[in-house]
Nanobody, 117 residues
Framework: QVQLEESGGGLVQPGGSMTLSCSAAGGFWSSAIYFMGWYRQAPGKQRELVATITSDQITNYEDSVKGRFTISRDNARNTVYLQMNSLKLEDTAVYYC?????????WGQGTQVTVSS
């Protein structure tokens, strides 16, 4: 079983930056977290993909965050990061970490990111 623990999040002004991190714990083979990434859910909206990364560093981004967000991972620490720059009001959401042999197998509890002046 894989447990995901997120950190980061909070309040930031428009145009600001924030980094989220998520560590995977539990007894598992590395293939169990081949995919790691982030989804987000804004109030009244469906959960949507933000970015994913594989253990061999293949990345995928949602169009609205390309050029502003960077996903990375440290395989030795089973940790994924999301560096968010040039944050916009519409980035406000609960951000969920996900991991698995495919994206969406395991989920974290979520961390709130609020972009507001």
């Amino acid at each position: 079983q894989v447990q995901l623990e997120e950190s980061g999040g909070g309040l930031v002004q428009p145009g600001g930056s924030m980094t989220l991190s998520c560590s995977a714990a539990g007894g598992f083979w590395s293939s169990a977290i081949y995919f790691m990434g982030w989804y987000r859910q804004a109030p009244g909206k469906q959960r949507e993909l933000v970015a994913t990364i594989t253990s061999d560093q293949i990345t995928n981004y949602e169009d609205s965050v390309k050029g502003r967000f960077t996903i990375s991972r440290d395989n030795a620490r089973n940790t994924v990061y999301l560096q968010m720059n040039s944050l916009k009001l519409e980035d406000t959401a609960v951000y969920y970490c996900t991991a698995g042999p495919e994206a969406g197998r395991y989920w974290g509890q979520g961390t709130q990111v609020t972009v507001s002046s």
